[in-house]
C-alpha cells in the first residue's frame, strides 16, 4: 500500500513507486535549498543555501551534513560533469564555474557578446560535453540572492557553452524567466522551465520541451503547466518520466505531458535530483530543508 507520501493520478505512476516507503528528511535549517548534485564516486550530495550564501555537503555513508563552501558568490543549480566535476551557477558572480579534480576553479562562461550574464541559475551537460545553463534575473533582482543590479543584456536566455571552445551561444531567446531544465533519455529534446510568473500574472509557469538539433533549439512547445505555484528544478528518468518541483512537492509527467503523479512534500520545492547506489533515490530541496525518497525507477 502506498503511504500519504504519494498521490497517485494515473495507474502508471503506481510502477515508479514502492509501497510503504516514506519520504525522509534529510536535514532542515536552510533559507531557500536549491540546486542538489550527486556524487557516485564518493557518496554525497552537495547542494546550495543561496541566501545564507554557502553551499552543503550531506555524506551518505553516515548521514552527516557539513558545510562543503562558504562564502558561495550565492550559488543556485549544481551538476556533476562525465568527469566527475563539480559544474555551479553562482548568482553574485554572476558566472557558470567547474571545480576541477584539484579543488581548483575554472570559470566557464560570465559574458555574451560582452555582456555581463545576468545570474546563471541552472545547468545541465549533453553527452557531447556541451553545458547548457539558464540566465534569469533572479540574482540581480534584489540583493537577498545576490548583488541588486541592473541586467546588461537587458533579457534572460537560455545558454550553451561549447566544449571545446567554450564559447558561450544563446540557444532560446523567448523566454521570460527560464529555470531549471533537462534533457530527455535520448537528447532529443530539451525541457525548460518558465518561472516568468514570479514577476506577474501574465507570464509563464509552465515547461516547454524544446527540440535538439546540434548545437540549436528548434519546435518549442508547452509540455505541462503549473496550477500550484511554479516549477523549478526538474530532472528526468530512464523512462521519459518528468520529475519537477513545484508548489505542492515534486510532480511526474509522462513523456506525452500527462500528470501521473505527486511526491508531498511540507514545503515548496525548488528543485531535485536522482542519486544513491542505483540512483533510484530522488533528493528533493524544499525550501528549509533537504529530502529523499526511494522510487521504483531511476536517474539518467
Known amino acids: 500500500m502506498l503511504t500519504k507520501d504519494f498521490e497517485v493520478y ?6 515508479l513507486v514502492f509501497g510503504n516507503v516514506h519520504v525522509d528528511k534529510l536535514y532542515t535549517g536552510c533559507r531557500w535549498a536549491e540546486g542538489p548534485a550527486y556524487f557516485p564516486a564518493h557518496r554525497y550530495l552537495v547542494w546550495s543555501d543561496i541566501p545564507n550564501d554557502r553551499m552543503l555537503r550531506w555524506d551518505e555513508t553516515d548521514g552527516s551534513v557539513s558545510v562543503f563552501r562558504q ?4 550559488s543556485n543549480g549544481n551538476t556533476v560533469d562525465r568527469q566527475g566535476r563539480l559544474i555551479t551557477c553562482h548568482h553574485r558572480a554572476r558566472q557558470v564555474v ?8 575554472t570559470v566557464l562562461a560570465s559574458h555574451w557578446r560582452g555582456l555581463r550574464l545576468n545570474s546563471p541559475n541552472d545547468v545541465v551537460e549533453r553527452s557531447d560535453g556541451s553545458l547548457w545553463f539558464t540566465d534569469p534575473s ?5 540583493d537577498y540572492e545576490g548583488d541588486a543590479a541592473p541586467s546588461e543584456i537587458g533579457a534572460c536566455h537560455v545558454y550553451r557553452i561549447d566544449p571545446g571552445t567554450l564559447e558561450v551561444h544563446a540557444v532560446a531567446t523567448d523566454f521570460a524567466k527560464p529555470n531549471g531544465l533537462a534533457f530527455s533519455p535520448d537528447e532529443r529534446f530539451l525541457y ?4 516568468g ?9 509552465h515547461i516547454r520541451r524544446l527540440r535538439v538539433e546540434g548545437g540549436t533549439l528548434l519546435d518549442s512547445e508547452v509540455f ?7 516549477f523549478d528544478g526538474l530532472r528526468v528518468d530512464r523512462h521519459g518520466n518528468v520529475w519537477t518541483s513545484a508548489g505542492d512537492g515534486v510532480r511526474c509527467y509522462a513523456p506525452d505531458g500527462t500528470l501521473i503523479g505527486l511526491v508531498r512534500i511540507p514545503e515548496v520545492v525548488a528543485n531535485c535530483c536522482f542519486g544513491g547506489i542505483k540512483r533510484n533515490r530522488l533528493f528533493i530541496c524544499g525550501t528549509t530543508s533537504l529530502y529523499a525518497v526511494y522510487l521504483n525507477t531511476a536517474g539518467i
Open 10 to 15: 494515473d495507474a502508471r505512476f503506481v510502477g
Open 71 to 74: 562564502p558561495a558568490e550565492n
Open 98 to 105: 567547474r571545480t576541477e579534480h584539484d579543488g581548483s576553479r
Open 138 to 142: 533572479y540574482g540581480i533582482d534584489f
Open 192 to 195: 525548460i522551465a518558465d518561472t
Open 197 to 205: 510568473f514570479s514577476h506577474g500574472p501574465q507570464y509563464p509557469r
Open 224 to 230: 505541462a503547466t503549473c496550477d500550484v505555484g511554479m
